[in-house]
C-alpha cells in the first residue's frame, strides 16, 4: 500500500486542478456572457430575452463541438454516471470544452460526470505508461475518488461512493475493505485539500441548526424525504420518452439548439434562479427563509427538475447531482411554506435526501449531502432513518440513467 502513496497523491493533486481550471474558466466565461456582455449592448442582464438568447447559443456552441470536435465530446451523457470505463483520451478536449460552455451558459448541469470521466481518462491513459504493471483499475478509482474529494471538498463522500463500488467488485480474498480504500482514499484526500486550499469551497446553506430533534422532526423527515424520493421518481420515468423525443430529431446542430430554447424558455418562465448548476443558487434560495411564497417554491421546484431532464436528454454534457440538490432544496422549502411547523432545516435535508436517493441511485451520497446541508449531528439519525421509506420507494426502478438501448437502467 506503501507504493500506492505517490500515486495517489500526483492523481489527486491533478484531478482537483483539472477539476479547478475548468470551473474557473467557465466562471470567468459566465461573467462576460452573462454581466459584460448584456450591460455592453444595454440588455438586462437575466431578461427574459437574453437568457432564451443565452441558452439557445449555448446549445449552437455545444451542438458545434458535439459536431465537429474530435470524439464529438464523448458518450452520450444520458447513458454515463460516475465513473465507468475510461473514454479515449482524444475525446477529453472537446467533453471539456463543451463542459466548460454548458456550466457558463447557464444549463441546469453540473461539472462532476465530465470532470470525473476526464480525470478517469488522463489518468488511466497516464499511468499505463508510467506503470505498465499496475491494474487498470487503480487508476480508475483514484481518478474518480480523486475528482468526488475535490468536487465536495472532503474525502468522505469519496470513501462512501468507493466503498458502495467495492461491494459490487471482486477482490483480493484477504483484502480488508480499508486495504483496498487506502489508495483512493489518499488521492480523495489529496484532492479536497488542494481544492480547499485554492478555492475554499464551502456547502453552508446557513440552515438554522437543530439540537434537539423530537418526534415530530422525525415524521417530518420520514414524509418529506418519501414524497421527495416520489419527485425524483417521477423525473426518472419521464426521462426515456423525452431522450427518445429528442433522439428522433437525430443531429447534434438541431438536438442541441432546440434543447438550448427550451432551456431558455423554462429559465424565462423560472427567473435566474433555475439556471446554472444549482449549488450556489441552493445558497441564495436558503439565505433568507421565508421570502419565497409557496407558488414561487412550487414553481422553482417543477421547472428546476425539467430543465435538469431537458438538459441530460437533449446531449448537453454534465452532471446531475447539483440540479438535484435545488430541486431537493426548494421543495423542502415549499414544504416548509406549506406547513411552517416542519422545521426549515428538517425539510431542506429531507427533501435533499429523497431527490437524490431517486436520480443517483447513490444511497451514502444522498445521506452525506443531506447531512452536510443540514450542518448538524443531530440530525444524522433523522436523516438515516428517513432513507428508509425513500429507499422503498425508488430500489427496482428506473433511473436517471439510460443503458445503449435507450431504456432506463434499474
Known amino acids: 500500500m506503501l507504493r500506492l502513496v505517490v500515486p495517489a497523491v500526483v492523481v489527486g493533486a491533478l484531478a482537483s486542478l483539472l477539476f479547478l ?91 462532476e460526470y465530465p470532470i470525473i470521466a476526464a480525470n478517469i481518462a488522463l489518468t ?24 468526488i474529494g475535490a468536487l465536495f471538498g472532503t474525502p468522505v463522500a ?37 481544492t480547499t486550499l485554492v478555492a ?27 414524497l421527495g424520493a416520489v419527485l425524483g ?15 428522433r430529431l437525430r443531429h447534434p446542430m438541431v438536438m442541441l439548439p432546440v434543447g438550448g430554447l427550451l432551456l431558455g424558455l423554462l429559465g424565462a418562465l423560472g427567473g435566474p434562479l433555475t439556471l446554472f448548476k444549482g449549488l450556489d443558487e441552493v445558497k441564495e434560495l436558503t439565505s433568507d427563509i421565508g421570502a419565497y411564497s409557496s407558488g414561487e417554491l412550487a414553481k422553482f421546484t417543477v421547472i428546476k427538475l425539467v430543465a435538469l431532464l431537458v438538459a441530460a436528454a437533449c446531449g448537453f454534457r454534465g452532471g446531475r447531482i447539483f440540479p438535484a440538490v435545488f430541486v431537493g432544496a426548494a421543495f423542502g422549502l415549499l414544504v416548509h411554506a406549506l406547513v411552517p411547523e416542519v422545521d426549515p432545516s428538517v425539510a431542506v435535508a429531507s427533501g435533499v435526501l429523497g431527490v437524490l436517493l431517486a436520480t443517483t441511485r447513490q444511497g451514502w451520497v444522498s445521506l452525506f449531502t443531506a447531512a452536510v446541508l443540514a450542518a448538524s449531528p443531530a440530525m444524522l439519525a433523522l436523516l438515516c432513518l428517513a432513507s428508509l421509506p425513500a429507499w422503498l420507494v425508488v430500489t427496482g426502478r428506473p433511473q436517471l440513467e439510460l443503458d445503449h438501448a435507450g431504456h432506463s437502467r434499474h
Request: hydrophobic letters at 50%.
Open 21 to 111: 481550471t475548468i470551473s474557473g474558466l467557465a466562471e470567468n466565461l459566465q461573467g462576460v456572457l452573462w454581466e459584460t456582455l448584456p450591460d455592453a449592448l444595454g440588455i438586462g442582464r437575466y431578461s427574459s430575452l437574453w437568457i432564451i438568447v443565452m441558452l439557445t447559443a449555448t446549445g449552437i456552441a455545444v451542438g458545434l463541438v458535439v459536431w465537429k470536435v474530435h470524439g464529438h465530446a464523448g458518450e452520450d451523457p444520458a447513458e454515463a454516471g460516475l465513473g465507468g470505463a475510461p473514454v479515449p483520451p482524444g475525446t477529453v478536449p472537446g467533453l471539456l470544452v463543451a463542459t466548460m460552455l454548458a456550466l457558463a451558459g447557464g444549463v441546469s448541469l453540473g461539472p
Open 124 to 147: 488511466y491513459w497516464l499511468g499505463r505508461r508510467v506503470l505498465p504493471g499496475a491494474p487498470g483499475a487503480l487508476w480508475v478509482s483514484l481518478a474518480s475518488a480523486a475528482t
Open 158 to 194: 469519496a470513501a462512501l461512493v468507493i466503498s458502495e463500488a467495492l461491494t459490487q467488485q471482486p477482490g483480493p480474498a484477504h483484502a480488508s475493505l480499508w486495504d483496498r480504500l487506502f489508495a483512493p482514499l489518499a488521492a480523495a484526500g489529496v484532492g479536497a485539500m488542494t
Open 200 to 226: 475554499h469551497p464551502s456547502f453552508d446553506m446557513d440552515l438554522p441548526v437543530l439540537t434537539h430533534p423530537g418526534w415530530g422532526d422525525l415524521l417530518a423527515a420520514l414524509i418529506v424525504a418519501t
Open 233 to 247: 421518481l417521477a423525473g426518472c420515468y419521464a426521462f426515456p420518452p423525452l431522450h427518445s423525443a429528442f433522439q
